[in-house]
Every structure is written in structure tokens, then in C-alpha cells.
């Protein structure tokens, strides 16, 4: 197992941006994917992004806006977003695993979430 902290969120204007970071401590960082999920009310968990080398992989939804990305020296990992619109409000967890997936189910550490509200 691994913990996660996220921090960042908040509220924001449509069109503004945030960062959001998930600092990870108890297992090698550097060998685990990390990926991005979030959840609003009334909707499925949804995939938002992961990393494990090099470039990461983006939901349809995001892709252009979000970008992930990791510092394997302070442990953390990243999801700077720009461009955000209403629809983006949700509470973002970071999530890691042994591989990247795009399927929440298959990561088995996650943190405690961090709310994103983007106002209109």
C-alpha cells in the first residue's frame, strides 16, 4: 500500500486553471502508475489521466486542457488543468497502482480527495 495526499483544489472561475498535486509516501513512487480520477454527484467515477513513464494518457474529456505529470524526486504527481468549465466540478482523487489503467478498479491506494468547483 501506498498513501496519498492530495492538495490544490478549490474554486475557480470558468476558463481559469488549477494544480492539483498527490504527494506519495510508503512504497518505491518511482514503479507505480499514478493516474487522476474524479467523481461528481450523480455520476460514475471517471478516468481523467494516469502516468507511469514519459507522456501520460487522457480522458476524451480533457485531453488538450489537463495535463499529468510526476516528480519522482519530492514523490508527487501532478494534474495541472486549464481551461476549466463547469462540467470539470467534481472531487478529484489521485489513485496508484502497479500499471496504468483506465479502470479505477484497478488501482488499490487512494487518496482522500480534493473538491474542484469551477464556476460558471
Known amino acids: 500500500q501506498v498513501q496519498l495526499v492530495e492538495s490544490g483544489g478549490g474554486l ?8 492539483l498535486s498527490c504527494a506519495a509516501s510508503g512504497r518505491t513512487f518511482s514503479s507505480l502508475a499514478m493516474g487522476w ?5 450523480g455520476k460514475e ?6 502516468i507511469v513513464f514519459g507522456a501520460g494518457i487522457y480522458s476524451d474529456s480533457v485531453k488538450g486542457r489537463f495535463t499529468i505529470s510526476r516528480d519522482n ?3 508527487t504527481v501532478y494534474l ?5 468549465k463547469p462540467e470539470d466540478s467534481a472531487v478529484y482523487y489521485c489513485a ?3 500499471f496504468i489503467s483506465r479502470d479505477y478498479a ?10 474542484v468547483t469551477v464556476s460558471s
Open 12 to 19: 475557480v472561475q470558468a476558463g481559469g486553471s488549477l494544480r
Open 37 to 41: 480520477f474524479r467523481h461528481a454527484p
Open 45 to 50: 467515477r471517471e478516468f481523467v489521466a494516469a
Open 73 to 75: 524526486v519530492k514523490n
Open 80 to 84: 495541472q488543468m486549464n481551461s476549466l
Open 96 to 98: 496508484a497502482n502497479r
Open 106 to 115: 484497478q488501482y488499490d491506494s487512494w487518496g482522500q480527495g480534493t473538491q
